[in-house]
């Protein structure tokens, strides 16, 4: 059965740069990652975390008026107003909040595992939506 996720797209950039560069297409580069996070190889040191530090390191670590700078910027790019400043500093911030969105994600994976739900239902649950959709084989 086929699975549908939602990433941002700077991510799926990465995870097609990643996968070019092995050889593979996308779709196998992230079934081979899967399987790795699956097998137990990837997997954070968070088999001694209880239910609530995983939902502390689940907050996004991005200061709120740095969210706020970056969805101003964002606004001034669809506008098309945005010096060279400003557009350094969008991605420069994009780059925090993705970095700080992948991080998270390792403990709500974590928090799915221990609650014994699937990761899409624990998103759901959290609040946490995705940008991007990519169809993955079955």
């Known amino acids: 059965m086929p699975v549908t ?11 097609r740069d ?4 092995q050889g593979v297409s996308l779709e196998d580069y992230i079934a081979q990652m899967l399987i790795s996070e699956f097998s137990g190889s990837n997997r954070p040191d ?10 502390q390191r689940v907050q996004l670590e991005i200061y709120p ?7 101003r910027l964002v606004e001034l790019g ?3 107003c945005l010096t060279e400043a400003e557009q350094a ?8 909040i993705e970095i700080a969105h992948a991080e998270r ?11 014994g739900i699937s990761l899409e239902d624990m998103m759901m ?3 946490i939506q995705s940008e991007k959709k990519i169809a993955l084989p079955a």
């Open 89 to 96: 500093r969008r991605i420069e911030l994009t780059h925090r």
């Open 78 to 80: 669809k506008q098309e």
């Open 65 to 71: 008026r740095e969210l706020e700078e970056y969805y």
């Open 46 to 55: 968070d088999a001694n975390l209880t239910e609530e530090q995983l939902l």
């Open 125 to 127: 649950e959290l609040g």
């Open 105 to 115: 994600m390792k403990y709500v994976a974590a928090l799915a595992r221990l609650r």
């Open 18 to 21: 990643y996968a070019a560069r």
């Open 5 to 15: 996720i939602a990433i941002p797209p700077t991510i799926e950039q990465r995870l």
